[in-house]
């Protein structure tokens, strides 16, 4: 892994936010200790996020990522609404619950894929001759 050009932080964080509509954006960081684990196999290196619904707790949906990627996009579940996530890694076989984010708001998903497409105003004052 190449060297990092900003200190580890000193606790680990998830965070959660509403990128547009349809995509949650979500990044990680983790302590030193954390990155050690990770470097030294005691975890796979593959992550899994996994979104619930933050009212009902019910299981939204669940993505993999490598571990030091640091960062996601999440399209956001069908029924929208409030969601949290979790992040786990594999030890000796079995998930484990590491970090948990915040709490991210997003509108319901649009039913067709053109509705689901995003641009603010401002690109759309631009693109317009």
């Known amino acids: 892994m ?3 050009s900003k200190p ?4 680990d964080k998830l965070v959660l936010l509403p990128k547009n509509p349809g995509t949650f954006f979500v990044f990680w960081q983790f302590s030193a200790g954390r990155t050690e684990a990770f470097q030294t196999a005691s975890f796979a290196p593959e992550v899994e996020l996994r979104l619930a619904y933050s009212d009902d707790k019910a299981h939204a949906a669940a993505y993999k990522a490598q571990w030091q990627a640091g960062r996601a996009y999440l399209p956001v579940p069908e029924r929208g609404g409030t969601c949290e996530a979790a992040l786990y890694a594999l ?3 079995a998930w484990e619950k590491l970090l948990e984010s915040n709490q991210a708001a997003a509108p319901v998903r ?6 689901r497409a995003y641009a603010s105003m401002e690109f759309h004052k631009r693109v317009q001759p």
């Open 110 to 115: 649009a039913g067709a894929e053109a509705d």
């Open 2 to 4: 190449p060297e990092l």
């Open 8 to 11: 580890l932080p000193p606790e």
């Open 91 to 93: 030890r000796n076989g």
